[in-house]
């Protein structure tokens, strides 16, 4: 049996990124940001000025995480806490796997839609702007 995946669309990455880059600037901080599908496939970046270069990536892989196992990335080092050593140091080690804050999971009725991933400030802070952006996502799509 087929199962229809919803999806993150583009137009509503469009809509949730002015409240991220909004929230950013509220900071006073300067990030990068990263708008993935279910699949964890960019559909939207905006790298501020000023922002660390490699904060684009970073941003990238959070929202590319928090998509994957539809998990706040910020919840990751709590999780690790209880789990055996070899699935500690594994999880580390894989490509693209973020294990701190920044990378939140876009969830429609239960389901992983996408992510939004920011990086360039601290873990708090890119959570704060990414939780923005899923906010307003959430907000668009009530009726």
């Not at 993150?8 to 600037?25: C, K, N, Q, T």
């Not at 009725?109 to 873990?123: F, P, Q, R, Y």
Request: glycine fraction near 10%.
């Amino acid at each position: 049996m087929l199962r229809n995946q919803p999806s993150l669309s583009l137009d509503l990455a469009l809509l949730a990124m002015p409240a991220v880059l909004a929230e950013a600037r509220a900071l006073g901080v300067r990030v990068s940001v990263s708008m993935v599908d279910a699949a964890g496939q960019l559909l939207h970046l905006a790298h501020m000025d000023g922002a660390p270069a490699l904060s684009r990536d970073i941003a990238l892989d959070k929202a590319y995480t928090a998509a994957s196992f539809g998990l706040s990335t910020g919840q990751w080092e709590a999780r690790l806490a209880q789990a055996p050593a070899s699935v500690r140091e594994g999880l580390a080690l894989r490509p693209r796997m973020v294990l701190f804050g920044g990378g939140e999971p876009v969830q429609v009725d239960g389901a992983t839609v996408g992510a939004i991933g920011v990086s360039g400030a601290s873990a708090a802070q890119d959570e704060q702007c990414a939780r923005a952006g899923v906010a307003a996502i959430l907000a668009a799509l009530r009726p």
